[in-house]
């Protein structure tokens, strides 16, 4: 199995990135934003319940996404591998990771981080929130409290995955395709 942490701060090209990498290495999706945002649009109590905290920039509770995380999990037993997009991103939710993959026998293989600076990372959301009209993406005081969040709890998973030997940076400025390159040349220079 290839398991993928994607890595970055919100804008750094993720949801971009995973789209590609699914196609080229069989992989399965799982982006924690993209379930959040389909129980909110699904009105169910998870989603309403989420809406609020995301709508401010706050991340979901541990358990929520950890729980989502686990079912999804088990829907896909039959999967070449999982790339994660947004997830882990507390270092509880990397240990509870750690334990799901461990009953499938399986690992995260690596954690690959896209690095944006914080000047361009705004430019990019405000875009997306003209284009698609997210709540997050719409106030610069919002993405500000989303980076601040990122630095704060998420970053901290760089040294989680460095202590294992599977972090890896990529300079995530320049076209798509060419970061899309230099993310391949890792996993495939590291797998
Ligand atoms: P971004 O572009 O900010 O990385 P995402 O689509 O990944 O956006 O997530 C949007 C929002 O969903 C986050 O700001 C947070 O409120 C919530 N969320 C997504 N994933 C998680 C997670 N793993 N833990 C807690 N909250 C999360």
């Avoid at 992989?27 to 993209?34: A, Q």
């Avoid at 999982?82 to 399986?106: M, V």
């Amino acid at each position: 199995m290839l398991n993928l942490v994607l890595f970055g701060p919100p804008g750094a090209g993720k949801g971009t990135q995973s789209q590609k990498l699914i196609d080229k290495y069989n992989l399965v999706h799982l982006s924690t934003g993209d379930i959040l945002r389909s129980e909110i649009a699904n009105q169910t109590a998870l989603g309403l319940e989420a809406k609020k905290l995301m709508d401010q920039g706050h991340l979901v509770p541990d358990e929520v996404v950890i729980g989502m995380i686990s079912s999804k999990l088990d829907n896909n037993k039959d999967a070449a591998g999982f790339i994660f997009d947004g997830f882990p991103r507390t270092t509880a939710q990397a240990e509870a990771l750690d334990n799901l993959l461990k009953e499938k026998g399986t690992v995260v293989n690596m954690m690959v981080a896209l690095d944006v600076d914080d000047e361009e990372l705004t430019k990019r959301l405000l875009l997306r929130g003209k284009d698609s009209g997210r709540a997050d993406d719409q106030d610069e005081s919002i993405i500000r409290n989303r980076i601040e969040v990122y630095n704060k709890n998420t970053a901290p998973l760089k040294d989680y995955y460095s202590a294992q030997s599977k972090f890896y940076s990529i300079d995530g400025i320049g076209s798509i395709d060419e970061i899309f390159s230099r993310v391949c040349d890792t996993i495939d220079n590291n797998r």
